[in-house]
C-alpha cells in the first residue's frame, strides 16, 4: 500500500505488469497468426493452426491486455476520484491471482480446442464460471469503495466504471447461460435464431462494456491530468454517458443484417446504431474542445498525442461503426477483410493508445520516480501508429476489393468471380497487413523496454533513500 496517500497502488502496479505481459503475447500470436493467412504452410496442426489460435489471440488481447489494464485503473482512478483507499486491498490481492490464472486457463483449454465457439465467449463452463466470481470480487470492491467515499461529487469517470461493472457482468451471465454435458463441453441455453441474437447483443455490447465505457473513464480522467486543465464539459460527458449506454444495448442484432433474425429486430438495431453517432461524437468533442489553446502540447507533451489520436481513433470507429449498420452497405462489406481494419483500428488505434498513455503516466508515480525516456515514448507512439494505420487500410482496400469481386455477376446472373479467386487477389494484402502487424509489434517492445528501465529506476531509487 502507498503509506503516503493510504491507497492500495501495489496491487495496481501488479495488475499494470501483467496486463502488460498479457497484451505481449496478444500481439506476438496476432502477428503469428496474420502469417499464416499469408503463408499457410505456417499451420502446425493441431495446436498452433489458425483455428486454435485466433480466439487465444482474442481472450489475452482484450481480456488479458484490456480486462487487465482496466482493473488496474480502476482500482487507481477510483481511490483518487473518491478520496477513499480502496475497501479490501486483500481481495484485491485475490482478484489478481484469480485473474492470471483464469488467463492462463484460457490459453491452455483453446489451445487444446476446448471452445464453445461464440465469438469472445469461448470459454468452457469451467473457466467461465471462475471469469464470474472474478468479475463480482473486482465490483464488489469497486463499489464498495464508491459508497464509502468521502468526495461527494461523481466525476464522469466514475459513472463509465459503473457502467462497466454492471454491463459486463449481465451481458456475461446471459451469453455464458449453458447445459454442460461432461467437464470439458456444454451447449447453449439458447437454439437457433435466438442463440444468433443473444450472441450478438452480447457481442456488440461487449464492444461497448468492454472496449468503449472503460477507456473513455481512463481517458476522461487523464486527458486533464496530462494537458493540466480540465474537460471542456462534465455536463455534456454525463448527458452522453446516459444517452450511449441506453442506445449502445439494442445495436447487437446489426451484426445480423440479412439473416433469420425477425426485420424489426434488425431495423430496431440499425436505427440506434446511426443515433449511437451523437453520444459517441460528444466524448470526441469533450476531448477536442478541452484542448482549446492546448493544441500545442500536441507537439510537446508524449502524453497528449496518445491520448488525442486515441479519441480520433474512436471517433472514426463510431462513424464505421453506423455506416456498417445501414442493410446496404453491410450486405457489401460484411464476411469481408473491411471487418478486422475496422476491428483493429478500435483495439490498437483507440484502446491501445489511451492505456499505453495512462501507464506512461501512472508508472513512474507509482514508482516515484521519472519515465526513463521520452523520445522511446515517441518512437514507440509513431510506430505504433504507422503500425495499426498500415493494418487497418490496407484491411480496407482489401475489403472493398474482395465485396466488389464477390458481388460482381455476369448478364445471366452468375457470379463472375469464383471465391478462390477471390482470395488470390488478397494475398498481397494480407502481405501488407503482416507488416503492419511487425511496425506495431516494434513498438511494443519498446514501450516495454522503457516501462521496464522506469520501473528498475524507480527501485534503485526507493533502495538508495533506504541505504
Request: overall charge positive; charged content about 10%.
Amino acid at each position: 500500500m502507498n503509506q503516503q496517500e493510504g491507497y492500495a497502488d501495489d496491487i495496481v502496479k501488479g495488475f499494470v505488469i501483467w496486463s502488460m505481459v498479457w497484451g505481449l503475447v496478444a500481439v506476438l500470436v496476432g502477428v503469428f497468426i496474420s502469417f499464416q493467412i499469408a503463408f499457410p504452410q505456417l499451420n502446425f496442426p493441431p495446436y498452433l493452426t489458425y483455428g486454435r489460435l485466433r480466439p487465444i489471440h482474442t481472450n489475452a488481447g482484450i481480456f488479458g491486455w484490456g480486462i487487465g489494464s482496466f482493473m488496474a485503473f480502476f482500482i487507481y482512478i477510483t481511490q483518487r476520484l473518491t478520496r477513499t483507499s480502496l475497501w479490501s486491498p486483500g481481495l484485491a490481492k485475490v482478484q489478481l491471482w484469480l485473474f492470471n490464472v483464469v488467463i492462463a486457463l484460457a490459453a491452455v483449454t483453446l489451445a487444446m480446442g476446448m471452445n464453445r465457439s461464440k465469438e469472445y465467449a469461448e470459454l468452457e463452463w469451467p473457466v467461465a464460471s471462475l471469469v464470474v466470481v472474478l468479475w463480482v470480487i473486482f465490483a464488489v470492491n469497486i463499489v464498495m469503495t464508491i459508497v464509502k467515499r468521502r468526495e461527494e461529487q461523481m466525476y464522469i469517470s466514475l459513472w463509465y466504471i459503473l457502467a462497466t461493472l454492471v454491463g459486463v457482468a449481465v451481458l456475461y451471465l446471459v451469453n455464458n447461460a449453458a447445459i454442460p454435458v461432461s467437464l470439458t463441453k456444454s451447449y447453449s441455453a439458447y437454439a437457433g435464431a435466438n442463440d444468433a441474437n443473444v450472441q450478438w447483443w452480447y457481442g456488440h455490447n461487449a464492444v461497448a462494456m468492454v472496449l468503449t465505457t472503460p477507456p473513455l473513464a481512463i481517458f476522461y480522467y487523464f486527458l486533464p491530468k496530462a494537458t493540466g486543465v480540465p474537460i471542456y464539459s462534465h455536463r455534456m460527458g454525463v448527458v452522453a454517458f446516459w444517452s450511449l449506454i441506453f442506445m449502445y444495448l439494442w445495436t447487437g442484432a446489426h451484426h445480423l443484417l440479412w439473416t433469420p433474425v425477425p426485420d424489426w429486430v434488425q431495423t430496431l438495431a440499425m436505427g440506434f446504431s446511426v443515433m449511437l453517432i451523437a453520444p459517441s461524437w460528444a466524448a470526441v468533442f469533450n476531448g477536442y474542445f478541452s484542448m482549446n489553446g492546448q493544441w500545442h502540447q500536441m507537439r510537446e507533451n508524449y502524453l497528449v498525442k496518445f491520448l488525442i489520436f486515441g479519441i480520433t481513433f474512436y471517433g472514426m470507429q463510431t462513424l464505421q461503426g453506423p455506416s456498417q449498420a445501414v442493410r446496404t452497405f453491410s450486405a457489401f462489406i460484411h464476411y469481408t477483410d473491411w471487418v478486422p481494419g475496422h476491428v483493429h483500428m478500435g483495439t490498437l488505434g483507440w484502446v491501445s493508445l489511451v492505456l499505453f498513455a495512462a501507464i506512461y503516466y501512472t508508472v513512474p508515480r507509482l514508482y516515484h520516480t521519472e519515465v526513463y525516456s521520452v523520445p522511446l515514448a515517441n518512437v514507440h507512439f509513431w510506430l505504433v501508429l504507422t503500425g495499426q494505420l498500415i493494418f487497418s487500410i490496407t484491411m480496407w482496400i482489401a475489403g472493398v476489393q474482395q465485396a466488389a469481386m464477390l458481388n460482381a455477376t455476369n448478364p445471366d446472373g452468375s457470379l463472375h468471380y469464383s471465391f478462390i479467386e477471390t482470395m488470390v487477389e488478397l494475398y498481397p494484402y494480407w502481405h501488407m497487413r503482416a507488416l503492419g502487424g511487425v511496425i506495431y509489434l516494434a513498438g511494443l517492445l519498446v514501450f516495454l523496454y522503457n516501462i521496464y528501465q522506469t520501473i528498475a529506476g524507480g527501485k534503485t531509487q526507493a533502495a538508495a533513500q533506504r541505504a
